[in-house]
């Protein structure tokens, strides 16, 4: 077993992030921090490393102790257990709050009441107004 793995790698098999790229970008965006530095994506790291890590949605910083070095992709139950989970209940509840705030919303959003008017809606608008009603 390697004693180091790069950052990216890591990030990717225990399944913080989908991609190696998004890791990448999320690395080069100061996303991935190390005793407050951040990371680039060839940054190696060790078991006992702890780590400030942003997943994709923005959400909450997670706090993260590497205790297990992958490189290659795993099943979720084995990834859960490469690393500890620092992050404090409070955090993770707000950002669980946050994340059905933002999903209510996006439904919300789908159902066309928002943005400019299909020409449908148009109509039927034009129809009932006093200006453009039937005469």
């Known amino acids: 077993m390697p004693e180091t793995c790069r950052i990216d790698k890591w990030l990717w098999a225990v399944r913080i992030y989908k991609?190696?790229?998004l890791t990448a970008k999320a690395c080069e965006a100061g996303k991935i921090k190390r005793l407050g530095k951040s990371l680039k994506p060839s940054a190696s790291i060790r078991i006992g490393d702890h780590l400030e890590v942003t997943p994709p949605d923005n959400?909450?910083?997670?706090?993260?102790?590497?205790?297990?070095?992958?490189?290659?992709?795993v099943s979720a139950p084995l990834?859960?257990?490469?690393?500890?989970?620092?992050?404090s209940q409070a955090a993770i509840s707000e950002a669980e709050a946050?994340?059905?705030?933002?999903?209510?919303?996006?439904?919300f959003r789908q159902e066309g009441d928002q943005g400019r008017m299909t020409k449908k809606k148009r109509r039927e608008w034009?129809?009932?107004?006093?200006?453009f009603g039937e005469d």
């Open 98 to 107: 946050k994340k059905s705030i933002l999903r209510q919303e996006r439904l």
């Open 59 to 73: 959400l909450l910083t997670r706090q993260l102790e590497v205790k297990q070095l992958l490189e290659k992709r």
């Open 79 to 87: 990834a859960r257990e490469a690393y500890a989970e620092h992050t």
């Open 19 to 21: 991609t190696r790229s």
């Open 126 to 131: 034009n129809k009932h107004s006093p200006f």
